[in-house]
């Protein structure tokens, strides 16, 4: 009978010292951490964690060594973790009606706590620590959704339904990655990131690699021939590089991927140049992992379930429903999802419920808008979200005697394809809006039809890989009359988030061809204005930082190079709260663009 490592024994006593012969617990800038590191660690986290009252602490860092070390020393010290998946300022305001201390990289206002300067507690007896038996049912986490179909949900979690997770991944898959390192393109701050690249390795004895990596390009061969697991995601491996070394080949022993499906293709291509085709996981933040597919030559796009988990399809409604150790308690949970039997241990996804949306008394598909968008020569990719907005009243005195009355519209998200960009640029938006219309009559409602377009060169991802409604919503946000043909054309770059921290972010923007800024700048050879580059460098910092409030100056500004239309550049941004500035760079594979620092405050600009 097969006993895979189990979770709750590892975590209450990791391995001991034996640096001479032990496989390094993680790796951080090509340097090996033992498992002495995580054991002093782990100690000195849970006496300052011991030392504080309350029970619920949150808990932010991108770099994944540190981020075990705090986490196990937390649940030692007997604290529940909140894991959001970052540090805007909105988020850490909610967190503040939650927790009663912050942990790792949040803002400085927050006052994380630190370890002692030694971060071995005042000098203690460097004696082997005695760690405490974790109990199953300790409430060890509180995760968030996505916020890929609506507002992000908090999650509590049991240490047990995270332990049988991991022994089921170790069933698994366990043979297949042997003893792989562990690399990743996905946070560690939501729960798929956190299964595959912190604990289920620390389970089963695997090495982390610290730092998550924001292309596969950074793959590199490892020292003596050494494997990795890739641990990505659909947007990850839709961005394939041109091409990939024999010994970059070489070092991957297996690929994941979640988040979403992942196109056959896609999984065909990963597999010719990354020399693994990707095993997909299917499951949600509430669930945890629920079945698995591996597109081989031959294999359908059924999923497999997983093992402990108990299924049946709901005769009403064709939903989904589990019985799975991985959830909180015993009892039938029903996913949002349709399916269709395959055999006993099989089934294929067929929509999601909660994308059945009623518009002026019509049910409609949104999954069914994005396949018959999909279907068309024109269209790479497509998301579709109903928008409810406030109808404007007419002015009175009584006006504020009723409420706001629900304008409802469907908006279309599209990566065009060659032939689609090739009419856009002839023919321009509003002809193409038009031709895709035109092209979904004959099988949706006039009602249903897209009322709203955007044109994109990728859909917006986050640190995890998704497309969120929120992302999606904000590249409506254009202000000007509706009726004008320039109202209609994008303001703002399409961003995936590479690298958040308390004072660093690294996004990639992708510039759209048709670009507002790019009209009259200059006609026949349009770049990117300076100013318009500014611009986004302050509306990103104020995104993700909590800046001084009054512009007052900009030094050492310098553009190097000029950014033309569908340009894929990083910018990054770093914050020095203390002298009030926030310096910028963007740079992209032909060098760096432009940079500068730029400071603030809370009076006047001086003149």
């Known amino acids: 009978m097969f006993n895979p490592p189990d979770l709750l024994t590892v975590l209450s006593a990791p391995?001991?010292?034996?640096?001479?012969?032990?496989?390094?617990?993680?790796?951080?800038?090509?340097?090996?951490?033992?498992?002495?590191?995580?054991?002093?660690?782990?100690?000195?986290?849970?006496?300052?964690?011991?030392?504080?009252?309350?029970?619920?602490?949150?808990?932010?860092s991108s770099d994944s060594a540190t981020f075990a070390c705090i986490l196990l020393g937390a649940w030692q010290a007997g604290k529940t973790i909140y894991l959001p998946g970052d540090v805007l300022p909105a988020t850490c305001a909610n967190l503040g009606a939650l927790v009663d201390g912050y942990l790792g990289e949040f803002p400085p206002q927050y006052a994380p706590l630190t370890l002692d300067v030694d971060g071995n507690s005042n000098g203690r007896s460097q004696a082997e620590p005695e760690f405490k038996a974790l109990l199953p049912d300790f409430p060890g986490l509180v995760i968030y959704t996505s916020g890929s179909t609506g507002e992000p949900q908090a999650v509590p979690k049991f240490l047990s339904q995270l332990a049988?997770?991991?022994?089921?991944?170790?069933?698994?898959?366990?043979?297949?990655?042997?003893?792989?390192?562990?690399?990743?393109?996905?946070?560690?701050?939501?729960?798929?990131?956190?299964?595959?690249?912190?604990?289920?390795?620390?389970?089963?004895?695997?090495?982390?690699?610290?730092?998550?990596?924001?292309?596969?390009?950074?793959?590199?061969?490892?020292?003596?021939?050494?494997?990795?697991?890739?641990?990505?995601?659909?947007?990850?491996?839709?961005?394939?590089?041109?091409?990939?070394?024999?010994?970059?080949?070489?070092?991957?022993?297996?690929?994941?991927?979640?988040?979403?499906?992942?196109?056959?293709?896609?999984?065909?291509?990963?597999?010719?140049?990354?020399?693994?085709?990707?095993?997909?996981?299917?499951?949600?933040?509430?669930?945890?992992?629920?079945?698995?597919?591996?597109?081989?030559?031959?294999?359908?796009?059924?999923?497999?379930?997983?093992?402990?988990?108990t299924w049946r399809v709901a005769a009403n409604d064709n939903v989904l429903e589990i019985c799975s150790p991985h959830l909180p308690d015993s009892g039938w949970y029903a996913l949002a999802d349709q399916v269709e039997l395959v055999d006993p241990r099989?089934?294929?996804?067929?929509?999601?419920?909660?994308?059945?949306?009623?518009?002026?008394?019509?049910?409609?598909?949104?999954?069914?808008?994005?396949?018959?968008?999909?279907?068309?020569?024109?269209?790479?990719?497509?998301?579709?979200?109903?928008?409810?907005?406030?109808?404007?009243?007419?002015?009175?005195?009584?006006?504020?005697?009723?409420?706001?009355?629900?304008?409802?519209?469907?908006?279309?998200?599209?990566v065009l394809s060659a032939a689609g960009r090739e009419i856009l640029a002839t023919q321009g938006k509003l002809a193409l809006n038009r031709m895709l219309r035109n092209g979904m009559a004959h099988a949706v409602e006039a009602v249903a039809l897209p009322r709203s377009w955007r044109y994109l060169d990728a859909m917006p991802v986050n640190a995890q890989g998704k497309t969120t409604r929120a992302d999606?919503?904000?590249?409506?946000?254009?202000?000007?009359?509706?009726?004008?043909?320039?109202?209609?054309?994008?303001?703002?770059?399409?961003?995936?988030?590479?690298?958040?921290?308390s004072r660093r972010v690294l996004l990639e923007l992708t510039v759209p061809a048709d670009l507002l800024y790019f009209n009259?700048?200059?006609?026949?050879?349009?770049?990117?204005?300076?100013?318009?580059?500014?611009?986004?460098?302050?509306?990103?910092?104020?995104?993700?930082?909590?800046?001084a409030p009054q512009f007052q100056g900009m030094l050492g500004l310098k553009f190097q190079r000029v950014i033309l239309p569908g340009a894929v550049v990083q910018l990054e941004l770093l914050h020095d709260p203390e002298k009030n500035n926030l310096a910028f760079r963007m740079a992209s594979a032909a060098g760096p663009h432009s940079s500068g620092r730029i400071t603030f405050g809370a009076g006047h600009a001086a003149s």
Do not use: C
């Not at 001479?20 to 340097?31: H, I, L, S, T, Y």
């Not at 904000?474 to 690298?499: M, T």
């Open 520 to 547: 009259g700048h200059f006609d026949g050879a349009p770049v990117l204005p300076g100013v318009v580059q500014l611009d986004w460098a302050i509306s990103y910092g104020r995104q993700y930082f909590a800046l």
């Open 472 to 501: 999606l919503l904000a590249l409506l946000e254009s202000p000007g009359p509706a009726s004008s043909d320039l109202a209609e054309l994008p303001r703002k770059p399409y961003v995936n988030v590479l690298a958040q921290e």
């Open 164 to 309: 049988t997770e991991v022994a089921s991944l170790e069933q698994l898959f366990g043979d297949r990655i042997g003893n792989a390192d562990v690399v990743a393109t996905v946070s560690h701050q939501h729960i798929y990131g956190l299964l595959f690249k912190i604990l289920w390795p620390l389970t089963s004895g695997r090495a982390i690699h610290a730092q998550q990596i924001g292309y596969l390009e950074e793959i590199l061969p490892q020292p003596d021939g050494k494997p990795v697991t890739l641990i990505s995601s659909p947007a990850h491996l839709k961005r394939l590089p041109a091409k990939f070394t024999a010994d970059q080949v070489a070092s991957i022993r297996a690929i994941f991927s979640s988040g979403g499906p992942l196109e056959a293709e896609v999984a065909s291509a990963a597999g010719a140049l990354l020399g693994s085709i990707p095993v997909e996981v299917y499951g949600s933040s509430e669930t945890g992992g629920v079945a698995w597919r591996q597109r081989i030559a031959g294999a359908d796009d059924s999923w497999q379930v997983m093992p402990a988990i």
């Open 15 to 60: 391995p001991g010292r034996n640096p001479g012969q032990e496989r390094p617990f993680a790796w951080r800038d090509g340097k090996p951490l033992g498992h002495a590191y995580l054991v002093t660690q782990v100690d000195a986290w849970r006496r300052v964690l011991s030392r504080h009252e309350g029970s619920r602490f949150a808990l932010y």
């Open 346 to 414: 099989r089934f294929r996804l067929k929509g999601r419920v909660d994308r059945i949306v009623k518009v002026e008394e019509k049910r409609i598909s949104l999954d069914g808008l994005e396949r018959e968008l999909k279907a068309m020569a024109q269209v790479a990719d497509a998301r579709v979200l109903l928008v409810e907005q406030p109808e404007p009243r007419t002015e009175s005195k009584l006006k504020s005697t009723f409420k706001s009355q629900q304008r409802q519209r469907i908006a279309a998200f599209v």
